[in-house]
């Protein structure tokens, strides 16, 4: 039972560089989520997606994109990365939006 | 902007004794939520309350809500050092959507042996 899985683990950018963060989860939740964490600070919502086919801005949305490819996954893409952007980022998933929320264990991003 | 703050940010007590820790908030909220980080890993979901509940138990955790004060308290009794991690509430303020889940800071709690 793995729960929400994100991947990679870790990743170290260079300044310009794009990459995108994969989601997936096997609890057939509808709605998927994505935070940032820096050092020190609670969670920020980016974007998250109530259900299949939809995707809403969150509290800190610049610089970022999301993707609902299906279900179960749910990708994350920074398009010209920052140094600002270096953070956690954690990927969550709920059954419904007022429902206890599953997290995976995060993407170490650093960009030099 | 951050919608909870816990209070105290940080917290070191003796395995056995009791962690009590604080969360105000600004806006009205449909319910609040606490969660468990374990250092390096992700956040595992504690306790729900909503906004019409006074108080709520599981296990060793009691979670009370007090909406006219806008605050909510975690207590952890009888505590394990496997109890030590960051402890964070979260809302979902009303007419925010039920999604948009804003987190507090977090209280570092860490249990001495």
């Known amino acids: 039972n793995a729960g929400v899985t994100q991947t990679p683990k870790f990743q170290v950018l260079k300044t310009g560089q794009s990459m995108t963060l994969q989601c997936a989860q096997d609890m057939n939740h509808n709605s998927m989520y994505w935070y940032r964490q820096d050092p020190g600070m609670g969670l920020r919502l980016i974007y998250y997606?109530?259900?299949?086919?939809?995707?809403d801005k969150g509290e800190v949305p610049n610089g970022y994109n999301v993707s609902r490819l299906n279900k179960r996954e749910f990708s994350l893409r920074l398009e010209s990365a920052a140094p600002s952007q270096t953070s956690v980022y954690f990927c969550a998933s709920s059954e419904q939006g007022n429902q206890p929320q599953h997290f995976g264990d995060g993407t170490r991003l650093s960009i030099l | 902007s951050q919608q909870g703050e816990e209070d105290p940010q940080a917290l070191s007590i003796q395995e056995g004794e009791n962690a009590t820790m604080n969360c105000s908030y600004k806006?009205?909220?449909?319910?609040l939520q606490w969660y468990r980080q374990n250092s390096g890993r992700g956040l595992v979901h504690l306790i729900l309350i909503r906004s019409n509940e006074r108080e709520k138990h599981s296990g060793r955790l009691r979670v009370t809500l007090d909406t006219s004060k806008k605050s909510s308290s975690l207590l952890i009794t009888a505590s394990r050092a496997a109890d030590t991690a960051s402890y964070f509430c979260?809302?979902?303020?009303?007419?925010?959507?039920?999604?948009?889940?804003?987190f507090g800071q977090g209280t570092r709690l860490t249990i001495n042996p």
């Open positions: 997606s109530a259900s299949e086919g939809t995707t």
């Open positions: 806006t009205s909220i449909n319910n």
């Open positions: 979260a809302t979902d303020a009303k007419g925010q959507g039920a999604q948009k889940l804003v």
